[in-house]
Every structure is written in structure tokens, then in C-alpha cells.
């Protein structure tokens, strides 16, 4: 089985910043594509940022210039760095990764969130 487990959460105020990451374990074979997701209360869970093996990267058009994505492959880690941060960044911020585990194969894997809480 995996386990992603999600860390840096935490409040900050508006214009701030948080860096966010997320370690993989278990018996990988291989990760695909990582990215982190936010569900806010009341809200469907939403796409804030993709990253490819290659270092490809996708960002939902809302955080883009303010957030970056990265991974460390040999670590099997990815990380979110949060900048001038808004109220509307409120919310629970999943880690996903798609990943090929010996012997099951290949599926989406989600850790428990990390809240981040952004003051006026």
C-alpha cells in the first residue's frame, strides 16, 4: 500500500506565505504525474497544480504566479510553495500522485490534507 502523507499547513495572513509538502512511501515502482488538489467548505475539490515526471507543469489559472510546484523524484516528495496568499486559498490541500506499485500496478493515491487558513 501507499501512504502520502501531507505537511507545512498552518494559518497565515493575506500576502503571506507556506510551502507545502508531501512524501511518498510504500513499495513504488514508479510515480507519474503529482499535484496537489483544495477543497474549500462547501466547494467541490479543485485542481491547483500538476507535475510530471519530466518536470511538466499544469496550474489552475487562479494561483498562477503565486504558486509553485516542484518534486524530488529520488525522494519520491512534491511540494507546493504558496505565495501572496489570499483569502480564497482557504481551504484543504491534497497531495495526489499516480503510481505504479509492485505488485498491484498502477492508481491514483490521495493523503488526508493539510489546512490553510488565510486571515484578511
Known amino acids: 500500500q501507499v501512504h502520502l502523507v501531507e505537511s507545512g499547513g498552518g494559518l497565515v495572513q493575506a500576502g503571506g506565505s507556506l510551502r507545502l509538502s508531501c512524501a511518498a512511501s510504500?513499495?513504488?515502482?514508479?510515480?507519474?504525474?503529482m499535484g496537489w488538489y483544495r477543497q474549500a467548505p462547501g466547494k467541490q475539490r479543485e485542481l491547483v497544480a500538476t507535475?510530471?515526471?519530466?518536470?511538466?507543469?499544469n496550474y489552475a489559472d487562479s494561483v498562477k504566479g503565486r504558486f509553485t510546484i516542484s518534486r524530488d523524484n529520488a525522494k519520491n516528495t512534491v511540494s507546493l510553495q504558496l505565495n501572496s496568499l489570499k483569502p480564497e486559498d482557504t481551504a484543504v490541500y491534497y497531495c495526489?500522485?499516480?503510481?505504479?506499485?509492485?505488485?498491484?500496478?498502477?492508481?491514483?493515491?490521495w493523503g488526508l490534507g493539510t489546512q490553510v487558513t488565510v486571515s484578511s
Open positions: 495526489t500522485a499516480d503510481i505504479t506499485l509492485v505488485p498491484l500496478g498502477r492508481q491514483t493515491y
Open positions: 510504500g513499495n513504488i515502482f514508479s510515480i507519474n504525474v
Open positions: 507535475i510530471a515526471k519530466s518536470g511538466s507543469t
